[in-house]
């Protein structure tokens, strides 16, 4: 069984700053990419930024120079320092892994969410 915890969200105000993360338990042989993802109400599902075993990263265009996505391999974790909050960055967010058990297959995990509001 592997699953994925997150924490760190919460209510802030608008230009104020969060920091989310999440880890990966279990067994498994490997993850591969990590990231997150939010989702308003009336919204779909959106990427905000993910990041590759080797460190490469893709963010959102509307988080871009805000946020920032970073992970500890070795404590299996991915974190996202969000800065200069917007109220529109109000939604849940959710952790995604792409994650090796066993064998050859590569199954995608997420979190169970996690509200970030961001209002005065």
């Known amino acids: 069984q592997v699953q994925l915890v997150e924490s760190g969200g919460g209510l802030v105000q608008p230009g104020g700053s969060l920091r989310l993360s999440c880890a990966a338990s279990?067994?498994?042989?490997?993850?591969?990419?990590m990231g997150w993802y939010r989702q308003a109400p009336g919204k779909q599902r959106e990427l905000v930024a993910a990041i590759t075993n080797g460190g490469s990263t893709n963010y959102a265009d509307s988080v871009k120079g805000r946020f920032t996505i970073s992970r500890d391999n070795a404590k299996n974790t991915v974190i996202l320092q969000m800065n200069s909050l917007k109220p529109e960055d109000t939604a849940v967010y959710y952790c995604?892994?792409?994650?090796?058990?066993?064998?050859?297959?590569?199954?995608?995990?997420w979190g169970q969410g996690t509200q970030v509001t961001v209002s005065s």
């Open positions: 279990g067994t498994f042989r490997a993850i591969y990419a």
């Open positions: 995604n892994a792409d994650i090796r058990r066993f064998g050859q297959s590569v199954d995608d995990y």
